[in-house]
């Protein structure tokens, strides 16, 4: 409890809650899963990145995709994939990535059905990102690699969305069932 304490106290002035304005950094910590939760202590640093990817992704697949509840559906999936395809390109990493990823989507109680899509959808974001990158040599003989922007990533998640890269849980009679339901392709024009 210390520890996150001090992690907490160096990150209030830094601005981690500079979201709504009447938020304050502990509040957000106790919404993390136990597994995020020694994440930001273990990886302090990531935090603005993991974060900022999550509300980049939140809003825009909110704007692009109002039609839609956001739950189990097409946003849904295009909200996971463009988180994860964020984070990988923000921490230049996709085992960064994917650890945070994971820790997000250890929710006691998760249906089996939502967490299989999700985690389907999060690797999906991120391994085509990291396949989307450019490797540069550097003077020392070294290699650097160099990974989409923003927007580029918002393209590659797009394509997915449009080509049955990422998957959805099927509607049956206008019901999209997280336990029992069955993942299917998203191909959305």
């Known amino acids: 409890m210390r520890r996150a304490l001090l992690v ?12 709504p304005a009447q938020a304050n950094p502990y509040d957000e910590y106790k919404t993390l899963t136990d597994a995020e939760k020694r994440l930001a202590l273990r990886y302090f640093w990531q935090l603005f990145d993991v974060r900022d990817a999550a509300e980049q992704a939140r809003a825009v697949s909110t704007a692009a995709f109002p039609q839609w509840a956001g739950q ?15 984070m990988t390109s923000k921490l230049g990493a996709v085992d960064a990535a ?4 994971t820790a997000h989507e250890q929710v006691p109680g998760n249906p089996p059905v939502r967490q299989a899509m999700d ?11 990291w396949a989307a990158r450019t490797t540069h040599s550097t003077w020392w003989g070294g ?14 998640i797009r394509d997915a969305l449009r080509t049955g890269g990422l998957v959805q849980i099927e509607e049956v009679a206008g019901v999209r069932d997280p336990n029992a339901g069955r993942l299917v392709p998203t191909f959305v024009p």
């Open 8 to 19: 907490l106290a160096l990150l209030l002035p830094l601005g981690l809650a500079s979201a």
């Open 72 to 86: 189990d559906d097409p946003r849904d999936a295009f909200r996971h994939g463009l988180w994860n395809g964020l």
């Open 98 to 101: 994917e650890r945070w990823a």
């Open 119 to 129: 985690l389907s959808n999060n690797d999906s974001g991120r391994s085509r990102v």
């Open 143 to 156: 290699r650097k690699n160099v990974l989409p922007d923003d927007a580029a990533v918002q393209t590659i």
